[in-house]
């Protein structure tokens, strides 16, 4: 009996030796064969399977898909994602930059309320003012009840971030008043100009489902993402889990959770795990 390892932090070459796993990188997956329950690589791999697990995730939406005018070259070093490693370095650059004394993110689901509150922690340092803006009347507002969304905003508040519920982005420039400087125009309550030193989009991201709806499997037309039942199955022997999932809920009806670790990372394990 060994101690608990994290496959987080694993060599590939340990998965395979003592999770009795193979490991196929740098290999892309062009087709799915659902007749002959088999993918092909791009590289001319066939792989045979008895129950596949389709975790695909998403892209993130471009910056663009908030305003084209954020998506402005004359904007680029003031307007950034928050998805890659280097997004993270510029940004904790950006914040700890002397110069930067405002920072607006864009999306009010996980990424965005969680970047939030990080944010306010280092900006702190600096005295750095963090705003919060969403079309939403409230924080994770389609993904929680509305005390909790209301309780969340409370707690954004007390954190030291400025919460612009109901707001949308309808223009974006160059501040003419101060130098490296982002002038939104949003429309909330009522017509407002916003100026600040960055702006970060988190709106959530596109799932990749484009191989599972290749394949024929039944892709959800209002929410993406393939769709599943509640045991995570999209047919037979066939799973998907993650982002890319759009599952059922017998509360809530259909939908697919985004940046949710954990919440079905047990099922489709179990139920795709094939039975000696």
């Known amino acids: ?155 954004l508040a007390v954190a030291g971030v400025k919460v612009m519920p109901s707001s949308i982005v309808t223009g974006a420039r160059e501040s003419p008043e101060k130098r490296d400087s982002v002038e939104l125009d949003v429309v909330s309550f009522t017509k407002k100009t916003l100026e600040t030193d960055a702006v970060v989009v988190a709106v959530g991201i596109q799932p990749q489902d484009k191989l599972a709806e290749d394949a024929g499997l039944e892709v959800d037309q209002i929410n993406g993402g393939v769709v599943v039942n509640a045991e995570l199955q999209a047919a037979n022997g066939v799973f998907a889990a993650g982002d890319v999932a759009s599952f059922w809920d017998a509360a809530l009806g259909r939908r697919r959770v985004e940046h949710w670790v954990r919440h079905d990372q047990r099922l489709p394990d179990l139920n795709s795990t094939p039975v000696s």
């Open 1 to 155: 009996m060994g101690r608990k390892r994290s496959l987080l932090y694993s060599y590939s070459r340990q998965v395979g030796e003592h999770r009795r796993s193979s490991i196929l990188l740098n290999s892309r997956v062009k087709k799915l064969d659902l007749e002959n329950s088999s993918i092909e690589t791009e590289d001319g791999q066939v792989v045979q399977y008895q129950s596949l697990l389709i975790a695909t995730g998403g892209k993130a939406h471009p910056v663009e898909s908030v305003h084209q005018d954020l998506g402005s070259d004359a904007l680029q070093h003031r307007v950034m994602s928050f998805r890659t490693i280097d997004d993270f370095k510029a940004l904790d650059k950006l914040v700890r930059d002397p110069n930067t004394k405002s920072v607006c993110i864009v999306g009010g689901g996980f990424l965005g309320a969680e970047l939030a509150c990080s944010l306010k922690r280092i900006a702190k340092l600096n005295d750095v003012q963090v705003t919060l803006m969403f079309p939403e009347p409230g924080p994770l507002f389609k993904l929680i009840p509305r005390y909790l969304s209301e309780f969340l905003t409370y707690k």
